[in-house]
């Protein structure tokens, strides 16, 4: 049959593999108090990995929910997990006290989920997979 084609070639298919890390004891948002979805207390945040154009680097954002403040900070090792949560705890480690809790998406970027939590003495919490 490639003797017929235009370009006398084959196309292979790549076979796609993609890293999938699960994500373990996760504590779902439907576990999370109401207080916290009430929006009136200080120090419930959330967070989300921004990746820039052709993956060459990434941004983490976090998000007070009450007040809407606003932390941003470049990750220089890309999207790395550990990178990631060594950040976020140098990012809130000054609010350690007000820090209430964390909700994430699902993504394996947070596996360290848990070092975050202990480290900042607070519960993290993961929202449902494709929830907009």
Excluded at 61 to 67: F, N, P, Q
Excluded at 78 to 96: F, Q, S, W
Excluded at 120 to 127: G, I, N, P, W
Aim: proline share 3%; aromatic share 6%; with cysteine.
């Amino acid at each position: 049959m490639c003797k017929h084609l235009r370009h006398q070639f084959r196309h292979s298919k790549r076979p796609i593999s993609r890293k999938h890390e699960i994500i373990k004891n996760k504590v779902s948002i439907e576990q999370r108090p109401d207080l916290i979805n009430k929006k009136e207390r200080f120090g419930d945040w959330e967070i989300d990995l921004i990746v820039e154009k052709n993956n060459k680097g990434a941004m983490v954002s976090m998000i007070e929910r009450t007040i809407a403040m606003v932390l941003i900070r470049k990750l220089e090792k890309g999207k790395n997990a550990e990178a990631l949560a060594n950040t976020v705890i140098d990012m809130l480690l000054p609010y350690k006290n007000a820090v209430k809790s964390i909700t994430s998406d699902n993504g394996s970027k947070f596996v360290q989920h848990q070092i975050i939590a202990k480290k900042l003495q607070t519960m993290f919490y993961f929202s449902h997979p494709y929830a907009s």
